[in-house]
């Protein structure tokens, strides 16, 4: 983790940082009310490349971003009040002005049992944005993600034996999701690194709510291959905007290189998630090569 990006992360966990930030969007509130609420969240997941995504796709001139990529509203233990939560969104005059949306991506959000009737209740027309990443490759990701953040400072394979020992040899299902995950629970325990990669029951969570033409899944592999190609099919087809040609950015997480994985912890990884990912294609009736 770089010096910046050290001193980046204890600035937004600062108590004066929480307060300028909430004195900011009561600031926006004031100058203009009326708000808009989000056309299309990107819901996940976890280091599937939701950033890059998200920042390229609101380059399309019909899209205005919210004033931060990450709100994580609805997955809030204390919820502020929605008036909280369209400060961070653009007016609805500007939106008109373009005949435009606006969108967030909050990455935890698919993760949760409880989020989905909770957001589609507030949100009823709002779309969703899917991106699945190779699990054994995002939660290596995620490790690295921890390392940098000092969030942790064990090996790999410590880290990935620790959930392990945690699961238990229990298969991942729904019922374990909403055993740990339905709000209110302590993450403290909860193998979180082997669950964010079972995209198979999280996904049953969301279309037990939301309509099926109002999620989208995508594979990240898909998206980093031909990102203009992705973006444009997002936009028109899914998000129904005007035809755009997009140019591909790089962000500056993208630029990041990691150290060479252990092979034995990458190789326990694949051959877990092996039945899970075999579940995802039957229910999708899509292979993703993982």
């Not at 205005?64 to 994580?72: G, S």
């Amino acid at each position: 983790m770089s010096a910046v990006d050290k001193i980046r992360r204890r600035v937004r966990r600062s108590i004066l940082y929480s307060f300028a930030r909430g004195t900011q969007l009561h600031l926006r509130n004031l100058r203009d009310s009326s708000r808009a609420l989000p056309s299309f969240i990107v819901i996940g997941a976890q280091k599937a490349g939701t950033t890059s995504f998200y920042k390229n796709l609101a380059t399309h001139p019909q899209i205005l971003p919210a004033w931060t990529k990450e709100i994580h509203y609805f997955d809030q233990a204390e919820r502020p009040s929605l008036d909280w939560y369209r400060a961070h969104f653009p007016t609805e005059r500007e939106l008109a002005d373009i005949g435009g949306i606006t969108g967030e991506a909050s990455p935890s959000y698919c993760l949760f049992p409880h989020l989905p009737k909770m957001i589609h209740q507030c949100l009823p027309t709002c779309k969703f944005i899917f991106l699945l990443r190779n699990p054994a490759q995002r939660a290596y990701s995620t490790y690295q993600y921890n390392i940098r953040g000092g969030m942790t400072d064990i090996s790999f394979q410590d880290w990935i034996d620790r959930d392990f020992a945690r699961l238990a040899g229990r298969a991942i299902d729904q019922e374990m999701f909403a055993e740990l995950l339905s709000g209110g629970h302590s993450l403290e325990n909860v193998p979180l690194a082997l669950l964010r990669g079972v995209y198979v029951e999280q996904l049953k969570f969301w279309h037990a709510v939301v309509p099926k033409d109002q999620l989208l899944v995508l594979n990240s592999a898909d998206y980093f291959a031909n990102p203009a190609s992705v973006l444009r099919s997002v936009s028109t087809d899914f998000l129904k905007l005007d035809d755009h040609r997009f140019e591909y950015r790089k962000t500056r997480t993208e630029a990041r290189s990691y150290p060479k994985v252990d092979e034995a912890a990458a190789h326990r990884l694949e051959e877990f998630y092996r039945p899970y990912n075999k579940k995802l294609t039957a229910y999708l009736g899509r292979d993703f090569g993982w």
